[in-house]
């Protein structure tokens, strides 16, 4: 079954790979058909044309996926705005709404990862070895994150030096190439909803 994506990164931005590589954990028949807009306001302004270039090229079904807050944070978002304005521009194409579901993660993608806190620890013990890795925190209710992105670089500071950041593009796919199930990233009710998008199964 071949599936189209919208994300609001770049061709190389973490949400891509890492969504490529749970989709394929969910189900590894699924095709991946992924377009990039960049950002939030090129996806809201772009998504009708582009859900139908998806469409006329054979997806079954398109999933447009975004984060609730804006790499900036410049302003307080708003998921129920951001889903009214994605229909808008929807409809304006004339897109059967039927084949489309939007997944709005809170916050950010990386709230996905620490869902995981075993994924992590193993990942930041790949950077360490030989040396042994801290406590890395558990989160039973991800999506509650406040700024999950600074989070991350704040537990790989503390694990490995103030020098390390967490660079997205480079290591939330190493993150979640680490996650072996879905027990404890299904705490995260956007991604529940993602799965079930994607598969039609409750996680």
Avoid at 146 to 164: A, D, M, V, W, Y
Wanted: charged share 30%; hydrophobic share 35%; net charge positive.
């Amino acid at each position: 079954m071949k599936i189209g994506f919208i994300f609001e990164c770049g061709p190389n931005g973490a949400d891509v790979h890492v969504s490529k590589y749970l989709v394929k954990k969910l189900d590894p028949d699924i095709e991946f058909i992924p377009i990039t807009l960049d950002n939030k306001k090129k996806l809201i302004e772009g998504c009708g044309k582009n859900a139908n270039l998806l469409l006329e090229s054979g997806c079954v079904k398109i999933i447009i996926v975004w984060d609730l807050y804006p790499p900036w944070r410049d302003e307080k978002p708003c998921r129920h705005q951001d889903r009214e304005s994605i229909l808008d521009c929807l409809k304006a194409e004339n897109i059967d709404l039927n084949r489309v579901s939007l997944v709005c993660i809170c916050e950010e993608l990386e709230a996905w990862l620490l869902a995981d806190h075993r994924a992590v620890q193993d990942m930041i013990a790949d950077l360490k070895y030989p040396h042994p890795v801290g406590k890395v925190p558990k989160f039973k209710k991800p999506d509650s994150i406040s700024k999950p992105k600074i989070r991350l670089t704040k537990i790989f500071n503390q694990e490995i030096g103030k020098h390390r950041r967490y660079i997205d593009y480079q290591d939330a796919i190493k993150i979640a190439q680490n996650i072996t199930d879905f027990n404890k990233i299904k705490n995260s009710e956007s991604f529940r909803r993602f799965a079930l998008k994607v598969t039609g199964i409750t996680l």
